[in-house]
T-cell receptor
């Protein structure tokens, strides 16, 4: 079975600082990996996805993620965050069904 | 614009009452899903449907029921048998469940409060 662990439940950072949200996955087969963002009282929006090929994936709003097969990780990064990036971020793994991590709440402070 | 519409956005019910949450999509997607979101627990799959008139239980189906009479619509009923129904409910769709590389498209959710 596939599973996802998001290592930090909350990440506070100051505006314009870099941020990394950590995600580890567990699977005995090749899977597809996704990051979604959720703003308050809204649904989830796709940030980026890794299907195959280059291990560095670029997404919307300046986010990128790196797939590391040996460490079974798919960490999300942004070099300089804005107040508007404050949201909850979900890592997900897909094989037969989409499995989500518990989420990381990113709070960007001025 | 294509998308998923969930209604209502907020719903209040008394304990013991059944309640139905609406989900409509105009993306022409075959697969539709219902997730429940609780703080700190991520999203948990309640039911999914791959085609009209077919649906399958997810991880937490007890106390819930669904129907799929039309491709566009996948309503969720929260019955009085659901022990802890207060939660944020999200409907999603994808092109086809047999395409794991296909991302999910989400509605904006319905927040259900049962007192």
């Amino acid at each position: 079975a596939q599973s996802v662990t998001q290592l930090d439940s909350q990440v506070p950072v100051f505006e314009e600082a870099p941020v990394e949200l950590r995600c580890n996955y567990s699977s005995s087969v090749s899977v597809y990996l996704f990051w979604y963002v959720q703003y308050p009282n809204q649904g989830l929006q796709l940030l980026l996805k890794y299907l195959s090929g280059s291990t560095l994936v670029k997404g919307i709003n300046g986010f990128e993620a790196e797939f590391n097969k040996s460490q079974t990780s798919f960490h999300l990064r942004k070099p300089s965050v804005h107040i508007s990036d404050t949201a909850e971020y979900f890592c997900a793994v897909s094989f037969n069904d989409m499995r989500f991590g518990a989420g990381t709440r990113l709070t960007v402070k001025p | 614009d294509g998308g998923i519409t969930q209604s209502p956005k907020y719903l209040f019910r008394k304990e013991g009452q059944n309640v139905t949450l609406s989900c409509e999509q105009n993306l022409n997607h075959d697969a539709m899903y219902w997730y429940r979101q609780d703080p700190g627990q991520g999203l948990r799959l309640i039911y999914y449907s791959q085609i009209v008139n077919d649906f399958q239980k997810g991880d937490i189906a007890e106390g819930y029921s669904v129907s799929r009479e039309k491709k566009e619509s996948f309503p969720l009923t929260v019955t009085s048998a659901q022990k802890n129904p207060t939660a944020f409910y999200l409907c999603a769709s994808s092109m086809w469940r047999g395409m794991p590389e296909s991302p999910l498209h989400f509605g904006n959710g319905t927040r259900l409060t049962v007192t």
